[in-house]
């Protein structure tokens, strides 16, 4: 009985829900890669972390436009669609963020208040979505920054990692403020957090 129930559920997927899925499973490559580069396995795996963000930004793009293409549109596929980017473009930049050499105290609370910007601004999404459509089918617009923004985070990352401004040589150096370390650099992420939070922030959406 519960086979059958699986198998339900697999075959009410559409192809738009597969793309979503491969987005999530990139975002979790990314983390697994950031482990193998902690673990001393070669810079190489923390470009590889970068590349798969960025894979999943491309699965992103064309889960939304193949639903409206094949108007299969669902909250199933909304739903599969926020937990696949909390992963892909929260967790996963602030895990690079983190091995690129941003993991002080201070870099690790802003890293945090990062993701948790994430989660709420795709929660809020959700909720709105119907009353931002103003009666169509498609949002027009974004409150604040979509969290797919967060890849340019991990492109500057990726573009620090190639010039050897990761570990100790981090752009911008170290502070300490009190009994911990403090990273400029992990800034950007306090920014773009601040940004998808936005409630003033209208940006059109194509």
């Given amino acids: 009985m519960k086979q059958g129930k699986h198998l339900t559920m697999i075959r009410s997927f559409h192809l738009a829900d ?14 697994f890669a950031v482990m193998g580069y902690l673990q001393g396995q070669g810079v190489q795996h923390l470009f590889l972390a970068c590349v798969l963000v960025a894979l999943a ?3 992103d793009v064309f889960d ?7 108007q299969q549109t669902s909250l199933l596929g909304r739903e599969l669609d926020s937990l696949a980017d ?6 996963a930049p602030a895990i ?26 795709l929660a809020r999404y959700n909720i709105t979505a119907e009353a931002l459509a103003q009666g169509g089918d498609k949002v027009k ?39 911990w370390q403090f990273h400029p650099l992990v800034s950007m992420f306090a920014v773009s957090g601040s940004l998808m939070i936005s409630r003033t922030l209208h940006i059109p959406k194509f």
């Fill in 141 to 179: 617009y974004f409150e604040g920054t979509p969290i797919p923004s967060a890849l340019l985070l991990v492109i500057v990352i990726a573009i620090a990692a190639a010039n050897g401004a990761i570990g100790r040589d981090l752009w911008f150096g170290t502070i300490t403020i009190g009994p």
């Fill in 96 to 121: 690079i963020a983190y091995g690129a050499g941003m993991d002080g105290l201070w870099d690790r609370v802003i890293l945090l208040y990062f993701v948790a910007c994430g989660v709420s601004r």
């Fill in 57 to 59: 930004f491309v699965f």
């Fill in 18 to 31: 597969w793309l979503t899925l491969g987005n999530a499973v990139c975002g979790v490559g990314a983390l």
């Fill in 64 to 70: 939304g436009r193949v639903a409206r293409w094949r």
């Fill in 86 to 91: 909390v992963i892909s473009f929260g967790v």
